[in-house]
């Protein structure tokens, strides 16, 4: 789920709320019976508050808090949910890009990020790179996989390589989001159609668009 359509609420199992509080200062709540029975404080970021929103993991143990600078960079924050209180298990720190989008898989061991890292219809030739037989790619975006009980997150970055019909307006613009997750694949749905990569995923990940 993106962030622009995650919530700011989400209801626990036993019915108690979980608040995202950012008018002003950043919390997270739990509320029961319509009172606080726990406060979160989140320090202000230095790259600046654009707005975030909440999911909850299936089992509704674990609970992301997803943000975005305004900067053209995305923060994560993965918590544990506690009958009274939340445990704060991993904070991503800036990440470069926009567009987050977040899932669960393998049993809720890993936690999935697709976060849009290129842009080119500002400026296609500036956007360009070579790579070491001299093929012009872009870099498109970042799949990052947190082991969870690890807490380590692994990055994977897309590089793109235009075909002669490549339509620059058409295709940098769309969604970059999960579509469909099992123990041999992952599928994204990308600007020009569904892309299927297979685990283990490569440090680098080519794509070329037909």
Same mark, same amino acid.
């Given at each position: ?14 019915k ?31 790259c ?15 609970l992301?808090? $997803? ?5 053209s960079?995305?923060? /994560?924050?993965? =918590?544990?949910? @506690? &009958? !009274?209180? +939340?445990?704060? %298990?991993?904070? $991503? ?8 989008? /977040?899932?669960? =898989?393998?049993? @809720? &061991? !890993?936690? +999935?990020?697709? %976060?849009?890292?290129g ?19 872009y870099?498109f ?22 075909t ?41 990940i ?5």
């Amino acid at each position: 789920m993106q962030i622009c359509n995650m919530p700011k609420m989400v209801v626990l199992t036993n019915k108690k709320e979980i608040v995202l509080n950012d008018d002003g200062a950043i919390s997270l709540s739990i509320i029961s019976c319509g009172q606080n029975s726990c406060i979160y404080p989140v320090p202000y970021p230095s790259c600046g508050y654009g707005g975030g929103g909440l999911l909850l993991s299936p089992s509704k143990q674990f609970l992301v808090f $997803s943000y975005y600078s305004g900067q053209s960079s995305e923060t /994560f924050m993965l =918590f544990k949910i @506690e &009958e !009274c209180s +939340l445990e704060l %298990l991993y904070d $991503s720190g800036d990440l470069c890009g926009e567009n987050g989008d /977040f899932c669960f =898989f393998n049993n @809720e &061991e !890993c936690l +999935l990020q697709a %976060l849009r890292t290129g842009w080119w219809y500002a400026g296609a030739e500036d956007e360009e790179q070579l790579d070491k037989d001299g093929n012009k790619f872009y870099e498109f975006g970042i799949i990052n996989i947190l082991k969870i009980k690890e807490k380590v997150l692994d990055k994977h970055s897309i590089h793109v390589y235009p075909t002669s019909v490549w339509e620059i307006e058409i295709t940098d613009n769309g969604p970059f989001e999960f579509s469909e997750i099992n123990g041999k694949s992952l599928s994204v749905i990308t600007p020009w159609g569904k892309e299927v990569f297979y685990f283990p995923l490569k440090d680098v990940i080519i794509i070329k668009p037909k």
